[in-house]
């Protein structure tokens, strides 16, 4: 199992993903090959500082970063050998197992897309977060790759969520929920409304009608269903509840729970390779659990689940 990992990307390249990759080599015991993709000038200085040797991962050079306010398709075809550009390419050409960044998340979900492919019938791939609720977690999606969405998309995100709940984190029959401002199936906007009746009559979708904001941390459902947009602010809102919380209730491990680097990254979900796309604050810690989650992905074979569930 090859992981490949983004050495360029993120606010603290390349201290943090060369420090993670470290982490995750002398701490797990794990059949996975690290490829450390980035400035081989830079990454031969990190390892020196680890004390770590380069004859324990494979290094490919991607001299090219990609700046955070770049435009991310035009970074995308400007740059060949931009460290996300060379990850994605490897990735498609099975030289990789799975691709992990916390860089450019748009040039991230525009280079998946272009590079990579959709699976058979899927629309729109779906980027999510795990929720903690009452000891477990939940998967909010979509959380920013679609901010504008068709009733069928939302229902794709379900399934694809679904998916990824039963398959990778071993809930064995997720409950889908549709994220609206009530419970009764007629509320919310045209889009809710249809894509509730989408929902309701999906066959193998263990769907449980519409949820409200409070139910994420009941954990009402295993899965919560939304546009992007509603999404991404709800993403943020709870990372700035962590940092609010954690200086006034420091040892409460339920809002550890809360603190995005315990998680690393999640998957691109709906794309033609395992792709984990990881915070722009990233530090060590976060790294060494999004290449744990890339294993994690790759050991559930998630993708081969997709491509059956997806093929017409």
């Known amino acids: 199992m090859r992981i490949g990992l983004d050495i360029m990307g993120g606010d603290n390249y390349p201290q943090a993903p060369v420090a993670g990759a470290v982490r995750y080599a002398q701490q797990t015991d794990s059949e996975a090959v690290l490829v450390l993709i980035g400035d081989l000038d830079l990454i031969h200085r990190e390892l020196h500082q ?11 050079s991607a001299p090219e970063p990609i700046g955070m306010d770049e435009h991310p398709s035009k970074a995308v075809l400007s740059k060949p050998q931009s460290s996300i550009n060379v990850g994605l390419r490897m990735l498609r050409e099975k030289q990789l197992d799975a691709f992990v960044s916390a860089g450019h998340t748009g040039a991230m979900l525009a280079g998946s897309v272009l590079m990579l492919g959709c699976i058979g019938s899927v629309q729109r791939p779906t980027v999510g977060t795990l929720v903690p609720a009452n000891g477990k977690f939940s998967f909010l999606c979509d959380v920013g790759a679609n901010t504008d969405c068709k009733p069928d998309h939302l229902l794709q995100f379900a399934q694809l969520g679904s998916m990824f709940m039963r398959e990778v984190m071993q809930v064995q029959q997720p409950r889908v929920a549709l994220l609206n401002v009530g419970e009764e ?65 420091p040892d409460d491990p339920e809002i550890e729970k809360f603190n995005f680097e315990l ?25 060494h659990n999004m290449i744990q989650r890339a294993v994690d992905l790759c050991r559930s074979q998630l993708l081969q689940t997709f491509e059956r569930a997806f093929a017409h």
């Open 263 to 287: 998680v690393g990254g999640l998957p691109f979900l709906g794309v033609a390779g395992n792709v984990i796309i990881g915070h722009g604050i990233s530090g060590p810690r976060a790294f």
């Open 50 to 60: 680890h004390g770590a040797s380069a004859s324990d991962f494979v290094l490919v």
């Open 185 to 249: 199936r007629k509320k919310g906007n045209q889009q809710a409304q249809q894509a509730y009746d989408l929902l309701e009559q999906q066959p193998g979708l263990h769907f449980i009608g519409n949820a409200q904001g409070w139910d994420l941390l009941r954990h009402t459902a295993d899965v919560y269903v939304v546009d992007g947009f509603v999404g991404n602010i709800i993403l943020k809102y709870s990372e700035s509840l962590y940092d609010y919380l954690k200086p006034r209730l």
